[in-house]
């Protein structure tokens, strides 16, 4: 390793949620003694591995990452994701790694790293039956992917979130102010990203043109089997469509 990282935060244990689909879940501090949860997916194609809203895992976990397969991706999918602290996590990987940086045009990164690879929307993926929904009216770029198995799996990072419950990895500090500002709801729309992107209500549309059954959100817990519909009535109540 050439520098110092972030430390390492609390987090769980990998998960495998489909076939060759992973998640884990960990966290951030905000700001001192105030921390939230956060989500990295884990997408393996073969032996190679693409991660998604990277979180640094301590050794351990590391290892088991490691047998899982090579990390060869990185994939940044919102340039408003943990405001100062969005992609914290991306030079520990690409150092260790020397893997693709994956990132939607004018999204930006830490210590100074630049994006390998673009990603645009009908345009060349990480992994074969991944595609991009792009947010065009955000004022920030930020993206969904779709996987196209098991009925459609998506893969969101701030707007669309299902914090349905407060998990072990909110403090209580930070859990008052989830609630208050509206965190704290199954199928929701990420609050914060939604005032300050301001993304027009037909991007929602979109996004239901999709065919997707599945959510795994960089926040919150995943939604299996019934993510479409439940988001559907989310924009008819936000958004009135």
């Known amino acids: 390793m050439s520098q110092a990282y972030p430390s390492v935060t609390p987090h769980g244990e990998i998960q495998e949620i489909f076939k060759d ?7 951030v501090f905000m700001m001192p003694e105030f921390q939230i949860s956060r989500n ?3 997408l ?8 998604i809203s990277t979180i640094r895992l301590d050794e351990k976990t590391l ?14 999918l919102g340039a408003y994701h943990l405001g100062k602290h969005n992609g914290i996590d991306d030079p520990f990987y690409m150092d260790r ?18 994006t390998t690879n673009s990603l645009i ?18 004022k920030l770029p930020e993206g ?22 407060p998990d072990t990895f909110i403090n209580e500090m930070a859990l008052e102010r989830l609630k208050e500002f509206g965190f704290i709801k199954p199928a929701n729309v990420g609050p914060q990203w939604r005032n300050f992107c301001e993304p027009e209500d037909v991007e929602f549309k ?36």
């Open 21 to 27: 689909v992973f998640i884990v879940q960990g966290s």
């Open 144 to 165: 969904l992917l779709l996987i196209n198995k098991e009925g459609g799996i998506l893969i969101s990072c701030d707007s669309l979130q299902n914090w349905c419950e």
């Open 97 to 114: 790694y020397k893997a693709k940086l994956w990132a939607m045009p004018e999204m930006t990164h830490k210590e100074g790293l630049e």
């Open 44 to 51: 393996r194609e073969g032996e190679s591995l693409t991660l």
């Open 63 to 76: 290892e088991v990452l490691d047998a899982l397969g090579k990390v060869e991706n990185i994939v940044k």
């Open 40 to 42: 990295m997916i884990i």
């Open 121 to 138: 929307t009908d345009s060349i993926m990480p992994i074969k039956g991944l595609s991009l929904f792009n947010y065009e009216s955000s």
């Open 206 to 241: 979109r996004v239901l043109d999709l065919d997707f059954k599945h959510l795994l959100p960089s926040h919150g817990q995943p939604i299996l089997n019934t993510a479409k519909e439940e988001f559907r009535s989310t924009f008819k109540e936000i958004y009135g469509i």
